[in-house]
């Protein structure tokens, strides 16, 4: 279990939603794709809260977001008609009843991940918290019933396993995964920890829940600058998270179907995310090769601090060298909305209605 700040539990109020939302609540969980500010509260370097970051977001702020503006999560609450979901570490005399964000950079599945950075919330202990704040919640509604009504009415988003295999590739985790595991065993043991995470959230209360697939990180500056390669991206490395990709589906297939009232929804980030890389005309973008902002060793890192970034930010896909533009994070999240093949087998407009 993780250590964050403590605060008096008994003296929570509580910030309700409206009946004008399409879902009571938006739960997040994840990595730096979807920290919105919980790593500012860490003892890590991973943190993303000075400018450029936030450059384009709500007056300029540098809230933790890893990009420039908005993240999936953020435009996903905007569809559900709910506030952003603030980090979960940051709340201290108001408990929303909108949903919170867990999600924290450099983290993982597996624990070992993003440690070289310091501290970060693993999967397993974000899903520990949310266990903290479903206790929280019960002083709050009227009986157990009601409580799992608004629970199986909210939405789960989560974006994570990215670090896991950036990790694998630097050889940063604890123990030398390249020579225990085989690229397919790496991807099953990652999976059956995610699995198991999933049906810990199901035991909480969770019934809607939305994963993302793992990019092509094959494709982003940091590798593409570090590795020789042949076309725009390191394709060997887009490989390895195919594996972890396509066994995806049928966890989460068995899951629905195990798993009474569930339904586990797969976005097919992947697809979508490479075929920007390959064809960025087709998306709007101008450069999807490069970081937008100035990123430190020779673009390879996070940005540079208070240096100026590239003017058209909405036509870039990469704001540093790891992490999207919030055009990007507008397309995944507009495509989730509403497009039934990228997110299976229920788009979010779809999903709310169930």
Request: charged share 15%.
């Given at each position: 279990?993780?250590?964050h ?12 939603s ?5 879902a ?5 969980f994840?990595d730096s ?10 003892p ?20 933790g977001?890893f990009t420039?503006g ?47 950075f310091g ?23 009227t009986s ?16 994570i ?9 630097l050889?940063?985790?604890s ?8 690229p ?14 999933f ?30 390669h042949?076309?725009r ?21 068995n899951l ?23 064809n960025?005309?087709?998306y ?11 990123a ?24 540093d060298?790891y ?32």
């Amino acid at each position: 279990m993780c250590h964050h700040p403590q605060f008096p539990f008994f003296f929570l109020r509580f910030i309700s939603s409206s009946a004008t939302q399409l879902a009571p609540a938006l739960y997040v969980f994840g990595d730096s794709l979807f920290d919105s500010g919980n790593n500012n509260l860490l003892p890590t370097i991973a943190r993303a809260n000075y400018l450029p970051y936030g450059a384009n977001f709500v007056n300029k702020s540098s809230t933790g977001r890893f990009t420039n503006g908005k993240t999936v999560p953020d435009f996903v609450a905007e569809f559900l008609g709910l506030p952003y979901s603030p980090p979960f570490l940051k709340i201290r005399d108001k408990l929303p009843l909108t949903g919170l964000n867990y999600a924290s950079g450099s983290c993982g599945i597996l624990p070992e991940t993003g440690r070289p950075f310091g501290k970060c919330l693993n999967f397993e202990e974000q899903v520990s918290l949310f266990d903290e704040t479903v206790k929280l919640l019960r002083r709050h509604f009227t009986s157990s019933k009601v409580l799992s009504n608004y629970l199986s009415k909210s939405i789960f988003i989560i974006s994570i396993g990215s670090n896991d295999y950036l990790s694998r590739s630097l050889g940063t985790l604890s123990f030398n995964t390249n020579v225990r595991y085989t690229p397919q065993q790496f991807a099953q043991l990652l999976i059956e920890k995610l699995s198991h995470q999933f049906q810990r959230l199901y035991n909480l209360g969770a019934r809607k829940i939305v994963m993302f697939e793992i990019g092509p990180i094959g494709c982003i500056p940091s590798i593409t600058r570090k590795n020789k390669h042949t076309g725009r991206c390191v394709e060997d490395k887009n490989q390895l998270v195919s594996y972890f990709n396509n066994m995806l589906p049928t966890m989460l297939q068995n899951l629905t179907s195990c798993l009474e009232g569930s339904t586990f929804v797969n976005s097919h980030a992947h697809w979508l995310g490479y075929d920007a890389v390959i064809n960025p005309p087709k998306y709007g973008l101008m450069d999807s090769s490069n970081p937008c902002c100035i990123a430190w060793f020779n673009g390879t890192s996070g940005c540079i601090p208070f240096l100026k970034p590239c003017s058209n930010a909405n036509q870039h896909y990469f704001w540093d060298a790891y992490h999207l533009t919030e055009a990007m994070y507008s397309l995944f999240a507009s495509h989730c909305i509403n497009d039934k093949s990228f997110c299976e087998p229920f788009n979010l407009k779809e999903l709310v209605k169930m």
